[in-house]
């Protein structure tokens, strides 16, 4: 179904791991510590976003004093503890599967390198993909083109002869200022 593209990109949590509940269970973890919460629509709504700006919408809708760096540093700890014990592939793992040796692939995510990395591994399908480009690999994140762009450019492929498998609003946006096509994987 996707052999007219020359590379695939996928982004990684909430469309081939399913990490969100847990990213939810490590942010109610951290913020219970500051008797701070968050509201479930409005972290849907960042879903793609780096921590460090969760953060932010985080400490604005509670007016705190925080700094969203050493709060998103605190959740990225907990999640680190918790995630390889309960993440689970979704059900598009099997097209990267399918396309693996066949079409070069990279993964796209709002979350830092070295966690994608090492969850890609612990699922054993890191070798699956030729790139990982992870928030700290760019200066400009989702809703910005510039991760898909990375990726497109360390796979060797031009951004209009690739394909970009999403589940967030932010990374559909960032697909199409990249010039490329989009799949909404919560459509499929």
Same mark, same amino acid.
């Given at each position: 179904m996707y052999d007219r593209y020359d590379g695939l990109i996928f982004d990684m949590?909430?469309?081939i791991l399913d990490t969100e509940p847990t990213?939810?269970? %490590?942010?109610h973890q951290v913020l219970d510590r500051y008797g701070m919460t968050f509201d479930e629509a409005a972290?849907?709504?960042?879903?793609g976003s780096p921590s460090w700006r969760i953060a932010?919408?985080?400490i604005a809708s509670h007016q705190?004093?925080?700094?969203?760096y050493v709060l998103a540093a605190e959740k990225t700890a907990a999640l680190d503890e918790m995630l390889l014990e309960s993440v689970q592939p979704l059900p598009l793992v099997e097209v990267v599967?399918?396309?693996h040796g066949r079409r070069p692939? %990279?993964?796209g995510t709002g979350s830092e390198h070295a966690m994608a990395d090492r969850l890609l591994r612990h699922l054993g399908i890191r070798d699956c993909f030729d790139v990982i480009v992870g928030a700290d690999d760019v200066t400009r994140h989702k809703p910005e083109p510039d991760t898909f762009l990375r990726c497109a450019q360390l796979m060797g492929v031009e951004p209009g002869k690739c394909v970009v498998f999403e589940d967030a609003d932010f990374g559909l946006q960032a697909a199409k200022a990249a010039g490329m096509d989009v799949v909404d994987v919560r459509l499929l």
């Open positions: 949590d909430g469309t990213h939810r269970k %490590a942010w972290m849907i709504g960042l879903n932010e919408v985080i705190a004093d925080l700094d969203p599967k399918a396309y692939m %990279a993964v």
